[in-house]
């Protein structure tokens, strides 16, 4: 059962490796991903038969468009990055973003000691973000500059995702009826990225990427069925320790070489993060 509860973390923090091993394009990760994703959804929909309203499907499409704008940008900056250094700041950024709009447009917040929790929480997240990224040597400039344009794409990619997650919030949409809507928009904008680089389209590389797709739809579909046995907040808690499998894995998996003190530093802006998910998870 333990394992169960990590079954999003693992989706989520396998999903990026596999993507970046199928050495593809970002456009041939993202339809490959957006394509295993509507398989599944739609398997799931047909055993579950959910009830489905204009309004939840509608939202639900749209939700997944912008989860595939977030999901685009993200595969786009693994160019420029290790998955190693690239997702503790694309969890932690979105992580932030789902925390403000919770705070200050859904008014979650209502007492001094969330906000102190919730504030002490974004500030470990913050420093986590720091120390992940930190280089024992001055990099070179053009390796800022390409530092600069990985970290631009990474806030855009955060900026999608967290109106892929709070776009259903704020509408009161949820439910298993949102699940294969949601992965028809996640493909139909999929589509549209592919029509318009049309020229990098790889239909091998795209076979390659439905076992990344197949891997988020893991985790998506287990966090949904965690829900009703551990609550929204424990079951959102355990699915963030992804970041530590992407972080670690992308090591291992890429055999990318850290100095002792980045290493150290690495290891504890992972704790940082998980310290500050922890905080701002027991304010749920």
Same mark, same amino acid.
């Given at each position: 059962?333990?394992?169960?509860?990590? %079954?999003?973390?693992? @989706?989520?923090?396998? +999903?990026?490796?596999?993507?970046? %091993? !199928? /050495?593809?394009?970002?456009?041939?990760?993202? =339809?490959?991903?957006?394509?295993?994703?509507?398989?599944?959804?739609?398997?799931? !929909?047909?055993?579950?038969?959910?009830?489905?309203?204009?309004?939840?499907? +509608?939202?639900?499409?749209?939700?997944?468009?912008?989860?595939?704008?977030?999901?685009?940008?993200?595969?786009?900056?693994?160019?420029?990055?290790?998955?190693? &250094?690239?997702?503790?700041?694309?969890?932690?950024?979105?992580?932030?973003?789902?925390?403000?709009?919770?705070?200050?447009?859904?008014? &979650?917040?209502?007492?001094?000691?969330?906000?102190?929790?919730?504030?002490?929480?974004?500030?470990?997240?913050?420093?986590?973000?720091?120390?992940?990224?930190?280089? &024992?040597?001055?990099?070179?400039?053009?390796?800022?500059?390409?530092?600069?344009?990985?970290?631009?794409?990474?806030?855009?990619?955060?900026?999608? %995702?967290?109106?892929?997650?709070?776009?259903?919030?704020?509408?009161?949409?949820?439910?298993?009826?949102?699940?294969?809507?949601?992965?028809?928009?996640?493909?139909?904008?999929?589509?549209?990225?592919?029509?318009?680089?049309?020229? &990098?389209?790889?239909?091998?590389?795209? /076979?390659?990427?439905?076992?990344?797709?197949?891997?988020?739809? +893991?985790?998506?579909?287990?966090?949904?069925?965690?829900?009703?046995?551990?609550?929204?907040?424990?079951?959102?808690?355990?699915?963030?320790?992804? =970041? %530590?499998?992407?972080?670690?894995?992308?090591?291992? =998996?890429?055999?990318?070489?850290?100095?002792?003190?980045?290493?150290?530093?690495?290891?504890?802006? @992972?704790?940082? #993060?998980?310290?500050? #998910?922890?905080?701002? @998870?027991?304010?749920?």
């Amino acid at each position: 059962m333990i394992f169960f509860y990590f %079954l999003p973390a693992i @989706g989520w923090g396998v +999903m990026p490796l596999i993507a970046k %091993l !199928t /050495r593809a394009k970002p456009i041939n990760q993202l =339809v490959g991903t957006t394509t295993a994703a509507v398989s599944v959804s739609l398997l799931f !929909t047909f055993f579950i038969k959910p009830e489905f309203t204009n309004i939840s499907v +509608m939202i639900a499409f749209i939700s997944g468009c912008f989860w595939a704008i977030g999901q685009y940008f993200q595969f786009y900056s693994f160019q420029f990055l290790p998955v190693s &250094e690239a997702m503790p700041i694309s969890n932690g950024t979105q992580l932030i973003g789902t925390t403000f709009v919770a705070a200050f447009f859904f008014q &979650e917040w209502t007492n001094v000691s969330m906000w102190l929790i919730g504030s002490g929480g974004i500030l470990l997240i913050v420093l986590g973000i720091w120390l992940t990224s930190w280089k &024992e040597k001055q990099t070179l400039e053009n390796q800022k500059r390409t530092n600069r344009k990985a970290v631009a794409f990474l806030l855009l990619s955060s900026a999608a %995702l967290t109106v892929y997650v709070v776009l259903p919030q704020a509408f009161q949409v949820s439910g298993s009826g949102i699940l294969f809507p949601q992965a028809i928009g996640m493909w139909s904008a999929s589509a549209v990225f592919a029509f318009s680089k049309q020229r &990098e389209i790889d239909w091998q590389q795209i /076979r390659k990427n439905i076992s990344t797709g197949i891997a988020w739809s +893991m985790a998506n579909i287990s966090l949904f069925l965690m829900i009703p046995i551990l609550g929204v907040a424990k079951s959102f808690t355990f699915s963030q320790f992804a =970041v %530590l499998i992407s972080m670690y894995g992308g090591l291992l =998996v890429f055999k990318q070489k850290k100095k002792r003190k980045e290493f150290l530093l690495l290891s504890l802006g @992972g704790a940082c #993060i998980i310290g500050g #998910i922890l905080l701002i @998870g027991s304010i749920k």
